[in-house]
């Protein structure tokens, strides 16, 4: 698991890397990051896409001055954190907690 920033020079945007190692993947089909960034909609979840050496990622552009919440969905029903999370806080909907990326 990882997330990686690239804080834009022209615009108050970062291109926020999301993926996850094969190891935690294990056998997925679908893995998707789902946050306040996309209202948590699974139908407006940004898919990511599986690399050669069995990780996925995708890139997603967001407002730089913000923290964004976010977890990602496998396979549209085991929801998992990001173990390099900048923080994590209180889901609201569970006792689980959500990952949270600063920007």
């Known amino acids: 698991m990882a997330i990686a920033k690239q804080i834009s020079k022209s615009k108050p945007v970062c291109k926020v890397t999301f993926s996850l190692s094969s190891d935690v993947v294990a056998d997925a089909k679908d893995i998707a990051v789902l946050g306040e960034f996309n ?3 699974t139908a407006a979840a940004t898919k990511l896409k599986k690399q ?4 996925y990622k995708a890139v997603v552009e967001l407002e730089t001055g913000r923290e964004y919440a976010f977890r990602y969905l496998i396979n549209g029903s085991t929801w998992t954190n990001d173990e390099a999370a900048d ?3 209180p889901s609201g909907v569970s006792f689980e907690e959500n ?5």
């Open 39 to 41: 209202g948590w909609d």
């Open 52 to 55: 050669k050496d069995g990780s």
């Open 87 to 89: 923080k994590y806080i």
């Open 99 to 103: 990952s949270v990326v600063v920007l």
